[in-house]
């Protein structure tokens, strides 16, 4: 099947700096992407929906400004996480899917984010 | 709104035993259901999905059956094996495959 590159696989980084992480699709353009994050023993829960060269879509609750989404070319999305705090530890795991792919989605291994 | 509710794990089994993982929902309208499989230091992997009431996915040895009068989705194998370890996801999602709504994972540790 397809394949999709997240990067880094886990990181941690000190408060107030800003930390990004990469989703790649490596076999096929993918025209939409989705950004998870999934607190321990809570659900992966949609952050925000990126479709290339647009505006990524953000669900209620989500901060806009500090989880700053770009989609610029159909086989990158960056997810970064700017002036992290220690709630911001958690996983984040992209998924992404494209006109070859029968609308199926294929996911990233995920970034486990640790603030300190 | 949409959620999904499974089974805490972690769950441990030895191989060949049988496998329940149960997996309710609540939603509006008439959702897809998935189950997602993710072994270590991978992408999480659809494994089988049904996208109508009664309707039974399989794959891999995996069944699960939709049922709409109970709300559940739940997942089984007859017999499990070492390399069945991983964490089981069960989601919903509408007419779009991207906005899916998750489960929080189940742990599965099989020994031999």
């Known amino acids: 099947g397809a394949v999709v590159s997240q990067h880094p696989s886990w990181v941690i980084c000190k408060s107030g700096t800003s930390v990004k992480i990469e989703c790649r699709s490596l076999?096929?353009?993918?025209?939409?992407m989705f950004w998870y994050r999934q607190f321990p023993k809570q659900s992966l829960m949609l952050m925000a929906t990126?479709?290339?060269?647009?505006?990524?879509?953000?669900e209620q609750g989500v901060e806009k400004d500090k989880f700053l989404i770009n989609h610029a070319s159909l086989t990158l999305s960056t997810l970064t996480v700017t002036s992290a705090h220690p709630e911001d530890s958690s996983f984040y795991i992209c998924?992404?899917?494209?006109?070859?792919?029968?609308?199926?989605?294929?996911f990233g291994s995920g970034t486990q984010l640790s603030v300190l | 709104g949409n959620s999904v509710t499974q089974m805490e794990g972690p769950v441990t089994l030895s191989e060949e035993a049988f496998l329940t993982i149960n997996c309710t929902y609540t939603a509006t309208g008439y959702p897809s259901l998935f189950w997602y499989v993710q072994y270590p230091g991978e992408g999480l992997q659809l494994l089988l999905k049904a996208t109508k009431a009664d309707d039974k996915g399989s794959n891999k040895g995996f069944e699960a059956t939709y049922r709409k009068e109970t709300t559940s989705f739940h997942l089984e194998k007859g017999s499990v094996q070492v390399s069945d370890s991983a964490v089981y996801f069960c989601a919903l999602g509408g007419t779009s495959y991207g906005k899916l709504t998750f489960g929080q994972g189940t742990i599965l540790t099989v020994h031999p």
């Open positions: 998924s992404a899917r494209g006109r070859t792919t029968n609308e199926k989605l294929f």
């Open positions: 076999d096929f353009q993918a025209t939409t």
């Open positions: 990126s479709n290339e060269g647009s505006k990524a879509t953000y």
